[in-house]
């Protein structure tokens, strides 16, 4: 009947076989694509496709680093079916885990198949559908589900669908990142996470390479990966193209792929299965062995019982009654449990799950006559769990008599150890009422008793510093020696660890030294130095805020501290806070008396001060010399000294008693005076306010007044007006007078100006013609010089030319101040103007060996006044060059906030402060050794600042520091705007017009 079955199966897997070949010749020679299609394909030649190393069995890397797998295979025989090869991309975990990156793919190999992912790509079908399952340990719970693991860590892969779905589903999970399913089955064999949620064939393989035997399918979740072939969407071309080349594939050519690398499943299949005959036997044999050991260790504990009965005295003979009862009539339970396993196990292996036919009969023999041994030694099965649990009795018995013993033990030795306890707090406590004892002698009698008591070699007690930064040693007792000494400040950034965990606890109890994390920071000099083995500190806590600590050193070893030693450690930290409590109490007691005698003193003084302060201010306003008005809030005069008299006219009887505005203020100054007292009283200031009074024989006067409210609200002052007053009527008319003069003046100087501006052609013309002849005979056209002649005309044509120089630029700078001088706004390039500047000034530079760098970049353009920028620019570099005996000068151009920023730094001789203050003055020069070397008219820096500020609308700033040099900075914009001239000072006059 078997044979037939598998003759059917045969013939049917022939047929089918080759059907599927006959499928394959015709596909192959029809035509798979059409004539666009592959147009399409020849069109796209570098296509990429985009495959996984970390995803064994389906992708991985393998040993000689090409990739291996189920779908290098398939995508090996879709190429095949489509005589395309796509460009492969194998991209790294952090490209992966990044959408944009994978986007830019055209295909992906295996995608699973989810909402947000169908927004970018056109999925094909289903290539692997596979279940996620919850692996865990082989201890782990079954049927586990995913709300079972809310306090559990869980691994996932990074990037992957099933981390997604976690996300979304289940964000309570804590998660366990990992690299691929090897790592998450490492982490979870070795106790670094509880379960993985993965699928079964790459979990399988992973099993089967790494050799993990702890893992077992604890449970399922309702996730399931539908993984197909991803292309983009917007290509519905290749997407059509893929899926010709997919129907092309047939059935048992993705077979025998998916057989290739799916079929091993380690949770299904093992060596145990494989060898299952030959580990029957084994049991059978290890039976037969336990039964023999059965008859050994009955005899052996029935000896042991007896042994226990026969110990204990008869005071126990309660218990033993009770032990004798134990767990009779248990053999006939066992016997039918037995016998209920054995006929299941043996329906089992005879099953033909599990064996085959012919071994059936065998196994039958075998499982009867294990049933008969079992049953033999059944009864002496019964009669070892009694002995067992007889034993145990004995053996809880005798613990529970021992732990007695060892508890009375500890009661005595925790009572002595109370009661030395609650005498050492009650010395403690009488210390801290005597009051002639200091806060030293109180720490010390601390440390010592607290040695006494805990019975340690070293007790010492620390505070905190100011800064909270550094433990002070207040006092340390050695017990042996009994001598109080004090230790090196403990810092707090030398030891970070033990600083932050004495501040975190209340008391610190650390048994072994040399283990504990706090210690960490003292095992190699501090703990050998002094034989510690282990330390109780307590830490000081005043307002909230730790002040110190104490310490208890155990030396010798390691020592377990009892609760009731930390609680006295606990109370010893609350005797030194009192102790601190209370001697600052007294020196702020102290402190306080102190400060009271000493206020008594001040007040005592200040009230002399009032009195006298009181006789100067009524000296003052009796002898001052301008007139004083004490007034009340409602008008009425309370005071009226000396010189308000004699201005007013009015006597101090006539004014006392009278209204401020009835008998002073005129009509055109009543509104104006109301206002005033109105703000006073709200507590406004006045101050120079212009008034017209009327004084007692009828005339007018003008008052410059200040009017303030007097002292402070329940001051003895409140309520009342201070009001200062000036004559100013002769003030008013003197400033009428000098309006005009200096009216007149500014015309004159405008005249002045307007006059040399004109004269600009009559003055340079006849020096032009001097320069020009002089220029002629120097050059022979008038006949040959002798050497004296050409060196006394050469000097007069220098002289000339310095002359016309400074001619220019006092004509320039009268054009600009009577408004003469206007600007030519023009677009321009920067550069070339720095080009003609350097053209002017080089051979000046190379004269001296100076390095001339001019840093302007070309695409600098401005709208502005170029003939007036050049005439700064050239101003400002020529004076950084003349000024430089050696080394550099550096000129740079940049635009920032729509402004032209030109810096010139040299290293030149340098400005002192006092000539920074004259440098832009007219005629004035630099004080310097240079200063009879180099030409100049003192001009030149006064009218490039007039040029920047008055044409240009910019500025010039200097910083310099003598013996280093200077650096100046013109800002002007970088398109010329309409602005008015200010007012200047004139070059002829030091004051302003």
């Known amino acids: 009947m078997v044979k037939s079955s598998f003759f059917k199966h045969g013939i049917l897997c022939i047929i089918a076989i080759w059907i599927s070949l006959l499928g394959q010749t015709s596909?192959?020679?029809?035509?798979?694509?059409?004539?666009?299609?592959?147009?399409?394909?020849?069109?796209?030649?570098?296509?990429?496709?985009?495959?996984?190393?970390?995803?064994?069995?389906?992708?991985?890397?393998?040993?000689?680093?090409?990739?291996?797998?189920?779908?290098?295979?398939?995508?090996?025989?879709?190429?095949?079916?489509?005589?395309?090869?796509?460009?492969?991309?194998?991209?790294?975990?952090?490209?992966?885990?990044?959408?944009?990156?994978?986007?830019?793919?055209?295909?992906?190999?295996?995608?699973?198949?989810?909402?947000?992912?169908?927004?970018?790509?056109?999925?094909?079908?289903?290539?692997?559908?596979?279940?996620?399952?919850?692996?865990?340990?082989?201890?782990?719970?079954?049927?586990?589900?995913?709300?079972?693991?809310?306090?559990?860590?869980?691994?996932?892969?990074?990037?992957?669908?099933?981390?997604?779905?976690?996300?979304?589903?289940?964000?309570?999970?804590?998660?366990?990142?990992?690299?691929?399913?090897?790592?998450?089955?490492?982490?979870?064999?070795?106790?670094?996470?509880?379960?993985?949620?993965?699928?079964?064939?790459?979990?399988?393989?992973?099993?089967?390479?790494?050799?993990?035997?702890?893992?077992?399918?604890?449970?399922?979740?309702?996730?399931?990966?539908?993984?197909?072939?991803?292309?983009?969407?917007?290509?519905?071309?290749?997407?059509?193209?893929?899926?010709?080349?997919?129907?092309?594939?047939?059935?048992?050519?993705?077979?025998?792929?998916?057989?290739?690398?799916?079929?091993?499943?380690?949770?299904?299949?093992?060596?145990?299965?494989?060898?299952?005959?030959?580990?029957?036997?084994?049991?059978?044999?290890?039976?037969?062995?336990?039964?023999?050991?059965?008859?050994?260790?009955?005899?052996?504990?029935?000896?042991?019982?007896?042994?226990?009965?026969?110990?204990?005295?008869?005071?126990?003979?309660?218990?033993?009654?009770?032990?004798?009862?134990?767990?009779?009539?248990?053999?006939?339970?066992?016997?039918?449990?037995?016998?209920?396993?054995?006929?299941?196990?043996?329906?089992?292996?005879?099953?033909?799950?599990?064996?085959?036919?012919?071994?059936?009969?065998?196994?039958?023999?075998?499982?009867?006559?294990?049933?008969?041994?079992?049953?033999?030694?059944?009864?002496?099965?019964?009669?070892?769990?009694?002995?067992?649990?007889?034993?145990?009795?004995?053996?809880?018995?005798?613990?529970?008599?021992?732990?007695?013993?060892?508890?009375?033990?500890?009661?005595?030795?925790?009572?002595?150890?109370?009661?030395?306890?609650?005498?050492?707090?009650?010395?403690?406590?009488?210390?801290?009422?005597?009051?002639?004892?200091?806060?030293?002698?109180?720490?010390?009698?601390?440390?010592?008793?607290?040695?006494?008591?805990?019975?340690?070699?070293?007790?010492?007690?620390?505070?905190?510093?100011?800064?909270?930064?550094?433990?002070?040693?207040?006092?340390?007792f050695l017990k042996t020696n009994n001598i109080h000494i004090t230790e090196s400040p403990l810092l707090a950034h030398e030891l970070p660890v033990y600083f932050e965990f004495i501040s975190q606890n209340r008391v610190l109890a650390v048994a072994d030294v040399m283990q504990h994390p706090s210690t960490v920071e003292f095992r190699e000099d501090y703990v050998q130095e002094n034989s510690i083995g282990a330390i109780l500190d307590g830490s000081i806590w005043l307002n909230g805020n730790m002040i110190g600590a104490v310490c208890c050193e155990h030396t010798h070893g390691p020592r377990e501290w009892t609760l009731d030693e930390q609680g006295f450690v606990g109370s010893v930290c609350d005797a030194v806070r009192l102790a601190i409590e209370s001697d600052r109490r007294h020196n702020a007691e102290q402190a306080l008396l102190q400060h009271s005698e000493e206020l008594e003193v001040m007040v005592e003084a200040r009230t002399l001060s009032l009195q006298e302060s009181e006789q100067r201010l009524t000296s003052v306003i009796k002898y001052a010399p301008i007139p004083i008005l004490t007034i009340k809030m409602n008008g009425e005069i309370i005071e009226f000294n000396p010189e308000a008299e004699s201005v007013t006219g009015f006597s101090r009887d006539e004014a006392i008693g009278k209204n401020f505005i009835d008998i002073f203020v005129v009509k055109e100054s009543f509104k104006k005076t109301i206002a005033i007292g109105m703000g006073a009283k709200r507590g406004e200031a006045f101050r120079n306010v212009e008034l017209i009074f009327k004084c007692a024989d009828g005339r007018k006067i003008e008052f410059e007044c200040s009017i303030v409210k007097a002292g402070k609200i329940g001051g003895r002052d409140a309520g009342k007006m201070i009001a200062i007053g000036q004559d100013i009527t002769q003030k008013k008319v003197l400033q009428a007078s000098l309006i005009k003069a200096r009216e007149s003046a500014e015309s004159a100087d405008r005249i002045k100006s307007m006059f040399v501006a004109s004269m600009s052609h009559e003055l340079r013309t006849p020096l032009n013609s001097i320069i020009g002849f002089l220029g002629v005979v120097l050059q022979g056209m008038s006949g040959d010089l002798n050497i004296k002649q050409k060196d006394q005309l050469g000097r007069a044509y220098h002289s000339a030319k310095h002359l016309l120089s400074l001619i220019s630029d006092v004509i320039d700078i009268s054009k600009i101040e009577a408004g003469f001088l206007e600007t030519h706004s023009e677009s321009f390039a920067l550069k070339p103007m720095f080009n003609e500047v350097e053209n002017v000034i080089h051979h000046i530079a190379e004269g001296k060996h100076l390095n001339l760098h001019i840093d302007c970049s070309e695409d600098i353009s401005l709208e502005t006044d170029r003939k007036r920028l050049y005439q700064a620019i050239l101003n400002v570099v020529s004076n950084a060059v003349k000024y430089t005996e050696a080394g550099t000068v550096i000129v740079k151009a940049s635009i920032f906030n729509e402004d032209l920023i030109i810096t010139t730094q040299d290293t030149g001789i340098g400005i002192s402060q006092s000539g920074i203050e004259q440098l832009f003055k007219p005629f004035e020069r630099a004080e310097s050794h240079l200063k009879i070397k180099t030409l100049g008219t003192g001009l030149g820096l006064y009218l490039t600042r007039k040029i920047l500020t008055q044409l240009l609308g910019g500025s010039i700033e200097v910083e310099s520091q003598v013996g280093v040099g200077s650096t100046f900075t013109i800002k002007v914009p970088i398109k010329l705007s309409e602005h008015a001239l200010i007012n200047n000072q004139s070059i002829l006059e030091n004051s302003n017009l």
Request: charged share 20%.
């Open 27 to 476: 596909q192959a020679a029809g035509s798979l694509l059409s004539v666009e299609e592959r147009a399409w394909l020849n069109a796209h030649p570098n296509l990429s496709l985009t495959m996984w190393d970390d995803y064994p069995p389906i992708s991985f890397n393998a040993d000689n680093g090409l990739l291996q797998g189920f779908m290098p295979d398939y995508i090996k025989l879709l190429e095949s079916k489509l005589n395309y090869k796509f460009k492969h991309v194998v991209p790294s975990k952090q490209d992966a885990l990044s959408k944009g990156q994978i986007a830019r793919e055209d295909v992906i190999s295996l995608l699973a198949n989810t909402q947000d992912r169908r927004s970018i790509w056109n999925f094909g079908p289903t290539l692997l559908s596979f279940p996620l399952n919850i692996v865990a340990r082989t201890d782990a719970p079954k049927d586990l589900t995913l709300s079972q693991l809310n306090n559990l860590k869980l691994s996932v892969v990074n990037g992957y669908a099933s981390h997604e779905f976690l996300q979304e589903n289940y964000p309570q999970v804590n998660l366990d990142l990992v690299n691929n399913t090897c790592q998450g089955l490492q982490h979870v064999a070795f106790h670094e996470s509880f379960a993985m949620l993965t699928d079964l064939p790459v979990a399988s393989w992973c099993l089967q390479t790494q050799g993990l035997i702890n893992i077992k399918v604890a449970g399922k979740s309702e996730f399931k990966y539908e993984m197909s072939l991803a292309v983009r969407k917007d290509m519905p071309m290749l997407f059509s193209i893929i899926q010709k080349g997919m129907k092309s594939i047939t059935k048992s050519e993705r077979q025998t792929i998916h057989d290739r690398w799916l079929e091993q499943n380690a949770f299904e299949q093992s060596w145990i299965s494989l060898n299952r005959v030959w580990i029957i036997t084994l049991v059978l044999f290890l039976m037969l062995f336990a039964l023999i050991r059965v008859f050994v260790w009955d005899s052996k504990m029935q000896s042991n019982v007896h042994q226990k009965i026969t110990k204990f005295s008869a005071e126990e003979g309660d218990t033993l009654e009770h032990i004798s009862k134990v767990s009779r009539g248990l053999s006939p339970r066992i016997l039918t449990l037995l016998c209920f396993i054995l006929i299941i196990l043996g329906t089992l292996i005879t099953s033909e799950q599990w064996v085959s036919h012919q071994d059936r009969i065998l196994l039958g023999i075998l499982v009867a006559t294990l049933m008969l041994i079992m049953l033999f030694g059944g009864y002496k099965l019964g009669s070892i769990r009694r002995n067992e649990e007889n034993h145990s009795l004995f053996e809880q018995l005798d613990g529970q008599i021992r732990t007695r013993q060892v508890a009375e033990k500890i009661a005595k030795e925790q009572t002595l150890r109370l009661f030395k306890q609650q005498k050492a707090i009650q010395i403690l406590s009488q210390t801290q009422t005597q009051e002639q004892k200091t806060t030293n002698e109180i720490f010390k009698e601390i440390t010592q008793v607290s040695a006494e008591t805990l019975n340690v070699e070293r007790v010492s007690i620390w505070l905190f510093d100011s800064s909270h930064q550094m433990l002070e040693c207040a006092d340390l």
